[in-house]
């Protein structure tokens, strides 16, 4: 069973940084493409990066050179590195995973069919 767990949301002023958190299965960590996905009140929920089991990542371009996403393999955990983080980041960041083989656009949250909870984050001006 994929189990995904978010942590690490908060409310922060612009221009300041947080560091998402989630806690994966052992099996999905290792086999799993991962991601994270935001959601805004009245929005779709949208892309921002994500990661393979080789480390091969992808950036969603309002994110580009702020955010970073890694991995740490040791101890199962999928980590968004927000830095200069902006009003317009506020919303609700999941963790996603989708198994191998991956054929779709990463940044589509269709094609990914698990998701954690979700944790909040807010950026005030």
């Known amino acids: 069973q994929v189990h995904l767990g978010e942590s690490g949301g908060g409310s922060v002023q612009a221009g300041g940084s947080l560091r998402l958190s989630c806690v994966v299965d052992e099996y999905t960590f290792g086999k799993y493409l991962l991601a994270w996905f935001r959601q805004a009140p009245g929005k779709e929920r949208e892309g921002v990066a994500n990661?393979?089991?080789?480390?091969?990542?992808n950036l969603a371009d309002s994110v580009f050179g702020r955010f970073t996403i890694s991995k740490d393999n040791a101890n199962n955990i999928l980590y968004l590195q927000m830095n200069s983080l902006k009003p317009e980041d506020t919303g609700t960041y999941y963790c996603?995973?989708?198994?191998?083989?991956?054929?779709?656009?990463?940044?589509?949250?269709?094609?990914?069919?698990?998701w954690g909870r979700g944790t909040q984050v807010t950026v005030s001006s």
């Open positions: 990661i393979d089991r080789n480390g091969h990542t």
């Open positions: 996603a995973a989708e198994p191998p083989p991956f054929g779709g656009q990463w940044y589509v949250s269709y094609e990914y069919h698990h």
